[in-house]
């Protein structure tokens, strides 16, 4: 079944398609009350064709020392594209340098779990036309992202209903204190696990999520995101996995990014 929804996804991304750009770009300052800051986010919004028209909406969590601006510029510069192909809202919030997603308890104003799981998905669907339900609503990510993606996602379960994640750093343990982690969540590693996606996947289990886990063969992290898919095979956790060409670079998640959003796009489109 895998393999199929691959080869669909395959044919479908690699299909010309006609289209009118219309796609609009805000700026925002989001206030997190968790935080206690407001916090950059962009939002890609499709033109209405027609009054009252709603949109499923799709998180885009950047990586390491990445920011929402780059996002647009250099890692995802087809989102504007994306989102008048298949009417799907963007939302990129800023998730700082190294903030990793994660609520911590070093930082105080490093809350991002509760500002992306609940403070920004309340805010989008107050002041943006999307379809305020679960299976409307998808967040992606890739490396730092997309631990993020995967993290924030299963945490916040009630919020999201499809899961991408691009070359994720989905085991931060062996990392030691690289990528600013002991910032977050202390210099103590053996505690690392407790926000550390592979040990929490067995939640997934439960979580009656849609996943997609994609990592390029020349990248770091494929090994980590092998043994993901494995753990999720042998617990029966229905997900898509993907491996192509690529490193760990713009080109790859550039790439991969267009295979997600048509997946996800097959998420929200499918009945019910």
């Keep these: 079944m895998k393999h199929s929804v691959i080869a669909l996804l395959l044919a479908l991304v690699l299909t010309p398609v006609v289209y009118v750009k219309a796609a609009t770009v805000d700026t925002l300052a989001v206030f997190s009350n968790a935080m206690g800051k407001p916090v950059r986010t962009l939002v890609i919004s499709p033109k209405q064709s027609k009054a009252g028209q709603r949109f499923p909406a799709v998180y885009v969590l950047h990586g390491y020392s990445g920011n929402p601006d780059r996002t647009l510029k250099e890692d995802i510069p087809s989102l504007p594209e994306l989102a008048d192909q298949y009417g799907i809202v963007f939302i990129l919030p800023d998730g700082g340098f190294d903030s990793w997603y994660i ?143 690529g490193a760990h670079d713009h080109a790859y998640w550039s790439k991969a990014a267009k295979y997600q959003v048509l997946w996800f796009n097959l998420f929200f489109t499918s009945p019910r």
Excluded at 177 to 206: M, R
């Design 103 to 245: 609520n911590s308890s070093v930082k105080k104003n490093s809350q991002y779990e509760t500002f992306v799981g609940e403070e920004l998905v309340s805010y989008i669907d107050q002041h943006y036309p999307t379809i305020a339900v679960r299976d409307q609503r998808g967040l992606m990510g890739w490396s730092m992202g997309g631990h993020g993606a995967l993290y924030v996602g299963l945490k916040h379960a009630g919020s999201f209903g499809a899961l991408g994640s691009m070359c994720g750093a989905v085991d931060f343990v062996p990392l030691v204190t690289d990528f600013g982690i002991d910032k977050v969540v202390g210099a103590d590693s053996t505690k690392w696990k407790y926000y550390n996606v592979l040990d929490n996947a067995k939640y997934f289990v439960f979580s009656q999520q849609q996943l997609m886990i994609s990592c390029g063969a020349a990248d770091p992290f494929l090994a980590y995101n092998r043994r993901l898919h494995e753990y999720l095979d042998q617990h029966h956790v229905a997900h898509t996995y993907m491996e192509t060409e």
